[in-house]
């Protein structure tokens, strides 16, 4: 049977009043804005540099951004910094986005089957997250970081392992109050099974909370990439990430404070902007801010 | 329109406004909330301002109150209250004038109380927010006023919050409010929409006493003719924003003279007491067959010790045979919805059986139940709740089918024939639910209940929601489609005139039992239980005149039947 109905995107959705009420919050633009320009800069950014990450300039160590070629000044081995911290964004970006999705997907599975399920399905379900949330994560994710080989792809699973509960608690909240909606009722009247339900006609309903918390989990996935790369856990050097550029700035705070406030700016401009851009989505898909 | 009324001498006129309009912020569907209205409520007099959703007669009322919303204002116009225009008043003298002069009883009692505050605080609030009185004169005046509006034991009532008090105890409580500084003019905006019918009966009732006895004005917003007739002295009936017609409540019920009246007043169903014309083809086949049903609600904790378990549905036993009607009546907390979730279900019973063309489906696993699913099919009560916001209506009528195993292009082609069935245009197939209103959607909603082609539909509160213009083309297309399908309908509703205009049988459900049973002759007509006389007794506008012609044809009909 081929018949799988596709859903033609609703009318003139730029028209909406959610559009319209996000336009309005101007922080969330500022964050789009941001964001964008990051992404294109780490993107596109290494192939325009002169300078590769790992080569070796020995004469212009420790230059000041803004000296000679290097824009953003070199570090201790004469590395360009703003090809490493490009470089290191596409790492740490990368991350950060693999490690939302991959909990969202994890939070979501988990929020829309305990949710619709209930019962002790539900509830063993939701105790599960409870106790994931019980435990210090910080400690977790180095203790996991410590065993497993860190790799980004490992980082990433380790992070999006330590951060689903969130989604799960919302994704579930949501569910349960949509399962008593007539429109479920009438799909269970036709006989559709159990996962049509929950996964085609109930999750599309509850996108609004789970796009909202997968732009927040973004800004926390990079947070928490960068401690562990910090801590030295995480991402290994050579390979440059934002975290472990820190890492290297420590002992030379004093002389070379560029090596540690660049990366440090890069990670305070991705984090405050995803959670604007968070903030403007919750405002403007929150149904209870809709009075006019 | 308008240009009939002579203006009243202003001493025995409490309200008079006068070429009203207010506009609405650009891009509404229209530009006015209501254009050019002129009305006067007299001394000592109610005064019934009837119209269908969107009409504007909300907006009316908040404008007297100087209640409207920041986008929404008054463009032109005057209102005049005791003499005074009130249009463009100061915010601050408006405060003064509300509660004291005007003061207004709203539709929904729950969410119109504040729930953190008891009922006595509510009540000595309005009176402290106008400096009225001394603490100990406000209890004992909050006192009296609970007396008067006929709450039992006062002295416990003061101290109750909002949420221990039925629907009606809490109207009560917002009228005993409204009273609190014995204002002029009342204004009660759908005060009894949201009750049952013998509380209805009992507001309506509270509200011509004491106006009557302190010679108040009252403006009384409703949808429903038989409110009007039960209570109104003068009426003025809106259609989109305009007054079509006004005068005495006894000349526009009896002799309507606008076309709009008109149609409103051949909508309003009415308890005809007359028993349905059976379907020729009905061949006598049982449908369905529930004997002993049972389920109890149970919440809280059996654990903690905090069990509470409810009786919904107790030991109900009816049958049904093909192509009839059984209509389920009684007031909201009778289990009746409950019952008709049961029969499709959606919810699992704790006892009895369910014979559904002689099988019993009542211990069906929902794997097992799903193949039968096709045959019974429901129509919600919510149109707006009951249809998916983010699918196409397409997709909501082929879902099931196609789950089913329909190709998809049959299941399409079925979905177009059935929308242009049940009056909907072909194109409504690629469109998304909330491009239609309420009317349009209930028929989107009964087109999908037919996708089937189904043995029995459950119908619950199909109409409840929905003007009565629509209400009635709705029970129009529910009658044609059982003649045309010969399919079995439980139609389950509150109003026990809808129930008579569609139903061959009603069954009276009273505290999950079904306490009386009947054609619709006998429970209107010759009532044996007490409980369903009440229920009789209490439709507004119900007896009158029509009924007594019914009855002597129905005279007629019972000697043909013993002859």
Redesign the interface.
Known sequence: ???I?V??A??RWWHSRAVARFMRHHLALVGIAMITLLVLACAIGPYALPYDTLQIDLRARFAPPLSGHHYLGTDPLGRDLAARLLMAGRVSLLVGFSAMLLSTLIGTLVGVTAGYRGGWVGAALMRTVDGFLSYPSIFLVLALAALLRPSPAMITVIIAVTSWMETARIVEAEVRSLRE???V?????????RQ?IMF??IL??AMGPIIVAASLAVARAILLEAYISFLGYGIQPPLPSWGNMLNGAQQYLASAPWLAIIPGAAITIAVTSFNFIGDGLRDALDVRNDH? | MASGIQVASPVDVALSVRELTVSLPEGMERAYAVENISFDLKRGQILCIIGESGSGKSVTANAIMGLLPKAIRVSSGAIHLDGMNIVGLSPDKLRSLRGRVVSMIFQDPLSALNPLMTVGAQIEEVMAAHDVGTPASRRSRAMDLLVEVGLPDPQLMYHQYPFRLSGGQRQRVMIAMALALEPAILIADEPTTALDVTTQAQILQLIRDIQRRKGMSVMFITHDFGVVAEIADSVVVMEKGQCVEQGGAEQVLKSPSHLYTRRLIAAVPHLTGKNRIPLETAEKISILKVEGLAKTYRSGSALFGTQRIVPAVNGVTFDLTSGRTLGVVGESGSGKSSLGRLLIKLMECDGGSILFEGRDIAGLSETEFRSLRPKIQMIFQDPFASLNPRSTVGHILTVGPVAHGTAYRAAAERARELLSHVGLDTGAFDRYPHEFSGGQRQRIGIARALMFKPKLLIADEAVSALDVSIQAQILKLLDQIQRETGVSMVFITHDLRVASQICDEIAVMHRGQIIERGPPSQIFLDPKSSYTRELVAAIPGGQPGSMSQDESRLGHQRQGETL
């Open positions: 049977m081929t018949a109905v859903h033609a609703p009318t909606r007539e429109f009722q009438a799909a269970r009247m036709v006989g559709l099974s049509h085609r006609e599309p309903n006019f």
